[in-house]
């Protein structure tokens, strides 16, 4: 699959952004998605991420403002970010795996298969 992510840009702290990835292929369904980022010599990092069963999982620094959705019909997974601080300010990523990983791996950029481009969000305080 390929993937195209979408939706950054320059936001407030305390802002909302909300990124976009659509994915090709007939199979969108059945692949679990996830968002990660990487900021200025940092390492990737992983943010959050919709199985294909709908259960999701998020990182502990965004828990409560973040919120990854997904819409089979149109092939595209969300993040909508919102009270953004300057800390969020990173490349976002899009990922894509087939099936269900388990929990102790839905975290690693070692699981995804396929990678969107990068979408830049920028936090000023």
């Known amino acids: 699959v390929q993937l195209q992510a979408s939706g950054g840009g320059l936001v407030q702290a305390g802002g909302s952004l909300r990124l976009s990835c659509t994915v090709s292929?007939?199979?969108?369904?059945?692949?679990?998605l996830a968002w990660f980022r990487q900021a200025p010599g940092k390492e990737r990092e992983f943010v959050a991420a919709k199985r294909k069963d709908g259960s999701t999982s998020y990182a502990n620094s965004v828990k409560g403002r973040f919120s990854v959705s997904r819409d089979n019909a149109k092939n595209t997974v969300y993040l909508q970010m919102n009270s953004l601080k300057p800390e969020d300010t990173a490349v976002y990523y899009c990922a894509a795996v087939p099936g269900r990983p388990i929990t102790s791996v839905l975290s690693s950029t070692q699981t995804y298969h396929s990678w969107g481009q990068g979408t830049l969000v920028t936090v000023s305080s």
């Open positions: 292929g007939r199979t969108f369904s059945g692949y679990t």
